[in-house]
């Protein structure tokens, strides 16, 4: 059955992890950018990647990170993709030889066809909003109209997503996936069960009243 999938991003905590797990979450986000709020170290990260049961996809977020940084979070931790949220090149993003998706931020009609082009070997392009001070997390959308009617790739939409304002955005977008960070904590990195659950069904009712 076809159906969009949910990641679960910036996730600091064991029972955030588990929380996501249960409310059916295919995806959940650690993210090793030491400015973000929402950072884990690699011992933070073995715990939440520890409770986490069978077939949650474990996806590690970096932002413009040395090429040493990547491989050891990858011999430490049990990442099953790797996503590049800065202005890293595909060069360097297929010299690990491990699946990544590339982030980019949406501040014209062109930014996703040209990023397809680019990043090839990308398994997704995550669209997220621009904005000039920040790499993500913004908590903020953008304009959905600037997307592909037809991406050539899987496209996770990413931005200020929440359950108010998601089954519009599955229903308008289509995308492969969402993903969210801000719309389910109640602080940053500090995830709601309830939120995230209230996400989750939201974008199932509006995937399947297509
Ligand atoms: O969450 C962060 O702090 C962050 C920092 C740097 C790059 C990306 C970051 N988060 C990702 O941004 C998008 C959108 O987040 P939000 O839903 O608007 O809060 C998502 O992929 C986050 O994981």
Redesign the pocket.
């Known amino acids: 059955m076809d159906r969009t999938r949910v990641k679960i991003?910036?996730i600091t905590r064991p029972e955030d992890a588990l929380a996501a797990a249960q409310a059916g979450a295919d995806a959940i986000?650690l993210?090793f950018?030491p400015a973000?709020?929402?950072a884990v170290t690699i011992p933070q990260a073995s715990a939440i990647c520890h409770v986490l049961p069978p077939f949650v996809t474990v996806v590690g977020?970096m932002?413009n990170p040395e090429a040493e940084m990547v491989r050891k979070h990858l011999e430490a931790l049990p990442l099953d993709l790797l996503q590049f949220?800065g202005d890293e090149s595909a060069g360097f993003c297929n010299s690990f030889g491990h699946p990544w998706i590339k982030?980019v931020r949406v501040r014209d009609a062109g930014v996703v066809a040209q990023a397809e082009e680019a990043y090839h070997g990308a398994s997704g392009i995550?669209a997220?909003?621009y904005d000039p001070d920040q790499?993500?997390?913004?908590?903020?959308t953008f304009n959905w109209g600037w997307l592909p009617e037809r991406p050539s790739r899987p496209l996770i939409l990413?931005?200020?997503?929440n359950a108010g304002n998601v089954g519009d955005a599955v229903r308008r977008v289509r995308p492969w996936a969402v993903?969210?960070?801000?719309?389910v904590e109640d602080a940053p990195g500090i995830k709601n069960a309830a939120l995230i659950q209230n996400f989750i069904r939201e974008v199932i009712q509006n995937h399947e009243t297509d």
């Open positions: 991003c910036g986000g993210v950018y973000s709020a929402r977020l932002v949220h982030a995550l997220d909003a790499y993500g997390g913004t908590g903020r990413a931005g200020g997503l993903d969210v960070s801000g719309g």
